[in-house]
Structure formats: structure tokens, C-alpha cells
């Protein structure tokens, strides 16, 4: 039987350079680097898995043609020819794994920081702080700018000498080349400003260097922001014009992405944002353009992916978050194996570890930016693994450990598997959390991991079991803080709230956390009146920047109460005292008040078994309770020290 996913699987070309199919592995920033600039061998095999799993083309992550535009301290570089050997070692990784590749090349601009560029001021086309970095940029000279397009010219021929098959131009996202591109950050009056004809000079002047360097037969790929979604940003129209004038100008491909720092619930879009939200875009400047134009955006169901290819509204189709979770989707996909994908969750864990300049991590691939580290591993001696608790950590350590040929038991008091998943599934936009479970339980069973559910692990059973290996995986249990009333009959966890236990119309929450945040978001579809009390400055730090940027919106358009800086002093039949710095203030007519404290954890076995089991290990919130990525990582890294 053939593919039911033709389209995605044609060949094209981009300029001369023929690419076997239309999914691309777009840039995403790995950090797996040190801080010279210099890339190392876990860049090289976290991409060759990618191209072993079948995606066409590679776009490896922006590197840097200038030590002052780097974006941060782990950024990678081309700006001089120190680094084509070591280019040279990864195309020819990438080329090894069926795969075409092209590199990246970009100028962070004034979206950067002095303590990342060696004390520097960084650089714009005029000295406007960014908004979000808010760091006084010096404005570029003519001289100056001048030497910016030589120094993309002689990145891209690097690029070409150390085997690269096409560049891709960064002008999207706010950095250097789109701030000269829009009135948003470009307030110039000179020929590189105060009009279309100034706006695109930069980026053509650009193009036109490189092309004079490498060729005009060597694929150019340009990055662009369809829409800038802020205050005197760049609109689609604009840049459909732009793109018109860019590939008149010489480039080869257009890779339609949207966004900015500003608007990075874009750039790093949560499930709030329906999957290919900027198909449309990428399919106005394809209407526009002569060459092949690349969507981005949530495009992560190969139905979708297969209709936009297959309608025109673009050629190509970047995988991005993806292509983390599960490096083998095109061959899942060809094969019409789709039931076995495991999904991106769309929760910008991976993004947001880079922007705290911290490697890629994914809740869904613990193995992700690890590829080396564990392909280097001696082959396991098959132990007897017993696992207590079937939430994500238990759930990840059965897999892990019949991926790696253990035999593996599993026992679970509740009557399913999943641990506090199904109920964190239950507020909006967080259903695609299920596969955290589903993907999980798909692998066990497959590999024929004993499953117990309704049972709980009790030290008699681990006695007669005797098992080499015991992880415990029990979870947490909510905490009761110590509040004057707290036993009252109108409190209750928030976990039972999700549950569908009854409340009255006037709630306090107690906790701004997630799930604080979260049961608030579940009640306001109820028509509740609701007020978050939060001891903090702030709500939802603990979860990403584009889920909050949502999150927060809701809870502003349902008029929810939020006090910051604030704590409970005491809870009554009907009323909440709470008290800040500017005082005490009473809330009258509560009708429950709601725990969302945070959690602890609930470990009863290893005290009983220590010196009856040789191993035992405590993983995931019954270690110490937080994110399921904590969780899964925990797991994962525990079973493979065995």
C-alpha cells in the first residue's frame, strides 16, 4: 500500500539543489554548544536523527557572522574561517543521514545583551531599545552597515566550503536584518529608512553580496516574519511586497514564519493557536512569488500538511516542536503508521529552556540533545524492574526500561494509568497533555510490560517479587497549609474541583501557580466569580510565556481577581482575610475557598525496603514534586544508570 500522504512526499528544488521530499527541520536554537561559538558532536547527531527520520532538508539553527551579533552566550558561529572544518564534519554527518542541509546565518541586532557580546553595546538601524530586551542599541553607521552585508557575504561562502547545500537568511523574529525591514524598530531618514525603498535596501544589498561570493546558481533561502503583530510592525501585505522585491533581488526560496520578541505567543505558539495559524500567510506570498515558499507554524497533523501542499497554499512544510517530540515522523507518516507518532504537546518546554540559555529539552523526548551521550552506552545486563506508581515518571521509566530490554512490572493503585494527567487535561487547551500518557502506554504494551492497575504496591508484593530494581514513581499528594480555618467544610484541593466536585458562584483560590491558574481557567466556564490570592509578585511563573500570554488574556476577559504579593491570614464560613503590605482586606460572601498550594510527595515504600531491594530509586513528584518534564527527565536518566 503506498503513502496516503502523496504530496508530502515529492520531490522539489530549490534553486538547483533537488530535495527528496517537502518536510523541513527548521532552525531551532539547540544551545547544545559551549560558549566559543564553536559546534560539537551532539549538534551533529541530534540533526542526523532528524534526517534519518526522513525529513528532506535541514535548516541547522542561526549562527552568528559576527561575534556582536550573537543572540546568546551559547550561540554558534561562522564569522571567521576557523570554523568550516568543523562545518565540513557536520555536513557530512547530515548528508550521511539521507538528508540536505543548509545553514542559517544571522545578526541578533539590538536583541541581545552586553553581558552576552563580551561588554558591547549591540546594534540596530536606529538606537531604540527592544521591548522586551530593553537594552539601549547603538545606531549603526553607513561604514557600519556596510560591513554587516560583507560579513553575511563571506558566512555564506563559508557555508559553501564547508559543503552546505543552500544558506538561509534570518530577517524574521526582530533581529538585526527585520529591524531594518519595519517602522518598528527603524526610524532612520537616510537611504536605509522612512520608506519600502529604505526598509528592504539592507536585506537586498545582503543578497546581493552573497550572491556575487557563492554564486548566483547557490540556493539563498530568506526567513521572514509575515506579520510583526506589534505597534508599527510589519504587516502581511508589506511583506508579501517585500518577498516580491526579495526574490527579484535573488532568493531562491521564502520561509513564511510570523512573529517577533514582542509577540513570541507567535513564534512559540501553544495550543491556544490552531494548527497551520499561518498557513494563509505563507500561502499570500506564495500567490505573490516564483519560488517555493515554506509554511511554519503548529503544522504537526500530516492531514493538514498534506492539504497544504496538496491545495498550493505553500511547497514545503517546517516541522518544528515536532520534529523534538518525534524525530521519525515523516517515515511514520509515509508508512501511514500516524497512530504511532508521538505528539508535540505544544508546551514550549524545548523554547523555553533556550531562553533561559539552556539546552533543548522535551517532555515527550528525554533522548532529545542526548543522542551521543546515550548512543555511547555499553548494552544493558537485563535486571527485574519493578515500578510503583503509573504517572508520567512511572510511565517513562517502564519505557525506558523495556526500550532497553530490562523486564519491566508496573503497579498502579488507581484504576488507570496517568497518574494527575487526566486531571491536568481537564482545563482548556491542555488536552493534548493525554499523550504524555497514550504515547507511553502505546511503547509498554507493545513491548509486553506486565501493567497492573487497581493494584496497589505493597512491601509484601516487592517481597515476593524480588525484584533488582525498585523506582518509585507515587506522586504527591496536595499540601493543606497552615491557615486559621483551613479545615473548614468550604475549602477544598483543587484537584477535586477538576473532578467535578460542586462549587458555589463566589470562590477564593488560594496559590497563582499553575494550577491555580489553571482551575481558575476551568471555573470561569462555569460563570464563577473568582479571586486568586498569590503570595509571589506574579501568577503562572511556572508556566511558558506564550501559555501565559493566553492564560492571562482569559483570566482578564472573565474579570478574575488577582492579588499578588499577598497571603491568606484566615479563612471563615463565608469570608477570607487576606493581607499584603498595604494592609488587611476581608472578601465577603466566599462560598469555597480552593487549594492550589503545591503539592508533597507521597513515599511510603523506600523506608520499608531499604537493604531488602539492591536498587531503589525515587523518581518524579514522589522525589520532589514539579513539572512533568522533571518528572520524565528523572525517570529516563535513573533507568539508563543502571
Not at 529552556?353 to 515527550?364: D, E, I, S
Not at 512533568?628 to 535513573?638: M, P, R
Amino acid at each position: 500500500m503506498g503513502t496516503k500522504y502523496p504530496s508530502l512526499f515529492q520531490p522539489i528544488s530549490i534553486g538547483g539543489l533537488e530535495i527528496k521530499n517537502r518536510l523541513v527541520v527548521p532552525p531551532i536554537g539547540t544551545l547544545l554548544s559551549g560558549f566559543d561559538g564553536h559546534i560539537n558532536e551532539r549538534l551533529g547527531d541530534y540533526l542526523k536523527v532528524r534526517g534519518k527520520g526522513g525529513f528532506g532538508l535541514i535548516i541547522v539553527e542561526g549562527v552568528t557572522i559576527d561575534p556582536i551579533g550573537k543572540g546568546a552566550k551559547k550561540h554558534y558561529g561562522i564569522w571567521d574561517d576557523s570554523f568550516i572544518p568543523e562545518y565540513k564534519q557536520l555536513v557530512d554527518c547530515v548528508h550521511d543521514s539521507g538528508a540536505k542541509v543548509a545553514l542559517q546565518l544571522m545578526h541578533a541586532g539590538r536583541n541581545t545583551r552586553p553581558e552576552i557580546i563580551n561588554g558591547q553595546q549591540p546594534v540596530a538601524p536606529s538606537a531604540i531599545p527592544d521591548p522586551v530586551v530593553r537594552v539601549m542599541p547603538k545606531e549603526l553607521t553607513k561604514e557600519e552597515i556596510s560591513n554587516v552585508v560583507e560579513s553575511f557575504a563571506q558566512a555564506a561562502r563559508r557555508s559553501k566550503e564547508a559543503g552546505f547545500d543552500a544558506v538561509e537568511i534570518h530577517g524574521g523574529h526582530g533581529y538585526l536584518i527585520a529591524e531594518f525591514m519595519s517602522g518598528y524598530a527603524n526610524k532612520r531618514n537616510d537611504e536605509y529608512g522612512g520608506s519600502p525603498d529604505g526598509f528592504i535596501r539592507f536585506p537586498l544589498e545582503i543578497i546581493k553580496r552573497t550572491k556575487e561570493l557563492v554564486g548566483q546558481d547557490y540556493p539563498v533561502i530568506f526567513r521572514i516574519s509575515t506579520d510583526e503583530a506589534a505597534k508599527n510592525g510589519r504587516t502581511l501585505n508589506e511583506s508579501v511586497d517585500f518577498s516580491k522585491r526579495l526574490v527579484e533581488g535573488g532568493v531562491d526560496a521564502i520561509h513564511a514564519s510570523i512573529g517577533l520578541y514582542e509577540s513570541s505567543y507567535l513564534t512559540m505558539a501553544p495550543p491556544d493557536m490552531e494548527q497551520g495559524f499561518n498557513v494563509n500567510a505563507a500561502s499570500a506570498i506564495k500567490s505573490a512569488v516564483s519560488v517555493p515558499v515554506i509554511a511554519v507554524g503548529r503544522i504537526n497533523d500530516p492531514k493538514l500538511a498534506e492539504e497544504i501542499i496538496s491545495s498550493g497554499k505553500a511547497d514545503m512544510i517546517a516541522i518544528g516542536r515536532q520534529s523534538l517530540a518525534d524525530p521519525q515522523w515523516p517515515v511514520k507518516v509515509n508508512e501511514n503508521r500516524e497512530e504511532e507518532i508521538v505528539k508535540c504537546l505544544s508546551c514550549s518546554e524545548c523554547l523555553s529552556a533556550a531562553w533561559r540559555t539552556k539546552p533543548l529539552v522535551c517532555v515527550q523526548n528525554p533522548l532529545l540533545g542526548k543522542e551521543s551521550e546515550y548512543a555511547s552506552l555499553p548494552p544493558v545486563i537485563p535486571q527485574k524492574v519493578l515500578i510503583a506508581g503509573g504517572g508520567p515518571a512511572g510511565l517513562e521509566a517502564a519505557r525506558t526500561a523495556a526500550v532497553l530490554g530490562h523486564n519491566v512490572m508496573l503497579f498502579e493503585k488507581e484504576v488507570s494509568l496517568g497518574g494527575q494527567i487526566p486531571i491536568a487535561t481537564i482545563p482548556p487547551k491542555k488536552e493534548l497533555l493525554n499523550d504524555v500518557v497514550l504515547s507511553r502506554i502505546r511503547v509498554i504494551e507493545k513491548l509486553g510490560v506486565e501493567i497492573n492497575t487497581g493494584k496497589a504496591l505493597t512491601p509484601e508484593i516487592i517481597k515476593e517479587i524480588k525484584p533488582d530494581v525498585l523506582i518509585i514513581a507515587t506522586g504527591s499528594t496536595p499540601i493543606t497549609p497552615d491557615i486559621p480555618g483551613v479545615e473548614n467544610k468550604c475549602v477544598l484541593p483543587a484537584s477535586d474541583v477538576l473532578k467535578g466536585a460542586p462549587v458555589g458562584n463566589k470562590v477564593v483560590i488560594i496559590g497563582g501557580g499553575v494550577v491555580g491558574c489553571e482551575t481558575a481557567d476551568f471555573l470561569t466556564l462555569k460563570n464563577k466569580d473568582i479571586t486568586i490570592v498569590e503570595m509571589l509578585k506574579s501568577i503562572a511563573g511556572d508556566i511558558s510565556p506564550a501559555a501565559r500570554y493566553f492564560l492571562n488574556m482569559r483570566l482578564a476577559e472573565n474579570n478574575v481577581s488577582i492579588f499578588t504579593s499577598t497571603t491568606v491570614k484566615e479563612i471563615a464560613d463565608n469570608h477570607v482575610i487576606i493581607t499584603s503590605e498595604k494592609g488587611e482586606l476581608k472578601l465577603d460572601s466566599i462560598d469555597n475557598v480552593i487549594l492550589a498550594a503545591g503539592a508533597k510527595p507521597v513515599n511510603e515504600l523506600e523506608s520499608e525496603l531499604i537493604g531488602i531491594v539492591p536498587k531503589i530509586f525515587v523518581v518524579g513528584d514522589a522525589m520532589n514534586p514539579g513539572k512533568i518534564l522533571q518528572a520524565v527527565q528523572q525517570a529516563f536518566e535513573v533507568v539508563n544508570s543502571l
